[in-house]
């Protein structure tokens, strides 16, 4: 994930940085926005990922 670009956050735009995060036993790398502390990793980024297909509505949605 990491580039030698610079990265911009999703949320507000601002600069990220690389950084090493601790979850109980857990490590894992993502970027955090400097501004907002927005946390972009591989899983958020692949969930965010732009889908071709609709999504499903839920019953009662408009």
Not at 28 to 49: M, T
């Amino acid at each position: 994930m990491p580039s030698s670009g610079q990265m911009k956050c999703p949320r507000c735009n601002g600069a990220m940085v690389y950084e090493r995060f601790q979850h109980m036993l857990d490590l894992f790398h993502a970027w955090r926005c400097l501004n907002c502390g927005e946390i972009v990793d591989p899983v958020v980024a692949r969930n965010r990922g732009t889908d071709k297909k609709p999504k499903k509505r839920a019953v009662g949605e408009s």
